[in-house]
């Protein structure tokens, strides 16, 4: 009767200590972080370029929220899906000579397939890394006071790269940060924004 007791306890510990119990391999999750376009600064310039002495207000940056949810296939492999929304970024200009106005809003998104090495330093935490593909959607509206402005939308294809940690808070909640890179989204030449992404963000995963 004591080694039965004996057993229980240890199962009770075993399970109250993050990483030991056995956790499930499906999970889904939510981040939310901060998103940086590393192109933005010379896109302005070139729009801008035929006007006199412009005046623009613009955002390089803007708070990026995602949703997710992969298989662990291992301690050490995941496969996961994510939907990315990198915001609105807005470029407003005048033309000091002429007055004349442009304004420009891009709405970012990605939807993304990534591979998840992990590499685990104890029961708690690990590191990882990504590698994926991602489908991305630049979604641009534009106005001009002195010529027609055509919206539209640029649709491709950009290789995507990560690296962050994994907390294990408990076996069926987990605690994640990471930096995700986007090689290129949009379309270099209409879009201000255009160019390379970075993504850093902070997310809670669930296990099921």
Known sequence: MKSVKSALLVGLMCLSIPGLAAASRWYVGVGYGSAYSENADENVYAITAPMTAPV???AT??????????????????????YTDFGTYNLNAIDAASGATYAESDQISALSMSFISYYPVNRVFSVFWKLGI????DSETCSSS????ASHSSVGLTPLLGIGGNIAL?????LRFEYDEY???GNTYWDYTA????????SVLFRF
């Open 146 to 149: 002195s010529s027609p402005c």
């Open 56 to 58: 623009a207000s613009y």
């Open 61 to 82: 940056s803007y708070g990026a929220s995602s949703i997710f949810g992969g298989y662990q296939f291992t301690r050490y492999a995941a496969l996961e899906l994510a």
């Open 195 to 202: 160019g390379t992404f970075s993504n850093v963000n902070v």
């Open 170 to 174: 408990n076996p069926a909640i987990n």
């Open 183 to 185: 090689d290129n989204i």
């Open 134 to 137: 991602a489908s991305t959607t």
